[in-house]
């Protein structure tokens, strides 16, 4: 059983940045392929990002490609959300999942609770 647990999360003015963590712990983080999703109030939750188990490859929402970067480091057991130039509309809760198979934009095993983040002036 693999758990996760976001931080990071906050207020922060548009054109701002934040940078996410999701610490993972229960597996071997390096079998994981792991993504970022966002939910908004209202809304059905939407993918993000996602990167490899390695890392090598990464894949992200057209919404946020440019703006966003997903990284881990397989040493400390964690996956990271740069996010720069934000927007009102990234306003979320973010959860980071965790999933043996590679999976981009699907279900993934294991969730995370989430973490907020609100975009405002």
């Known amino acids: 059983q693999v758990r996760l647990v976001e931080s990071g999360g906050g207020l922060v003015q548009p054109g701002g940045s934040l940078r996410l963590s999701c610490a993972a712990s229960?597996?071997?983080?390096?079998?994981?392929?792991m993504g970022w999703f966002r939910q908004a109030p209202g809304k059905e939750r939407e993918f993000v990002a996602a990167?490899?188990?390695?890392?090598?490859?990464?894949w992200y929402a057209d919404s946020v490609k440019g703006r966003f970067t997903i990284s881990r480091d397989n040493a400390k057991n964690t996956v990271y959300l740069q996010m720069n130039s934000l927007k009102p509309e990234d306003t979320a809760v973010y959860s980071c999942?965790?999933?043996?198979?590679?999976?981009?934009?699907?279900?993934?095993?294991?969730w995370g609770q989430g973490t907020q983040v609100t975009v405002s002036a």
């Open positions: 999942a965790a999933d043996r198979r590679l999976r981009v934009g699907a279900d993934y095993e294991y």
């Open positions: 229960g597996g071997t983080f390096s079998r994981y392929s």
């Open positions: 990167v490899s188990w390695g890392g090598a490859n990464t």
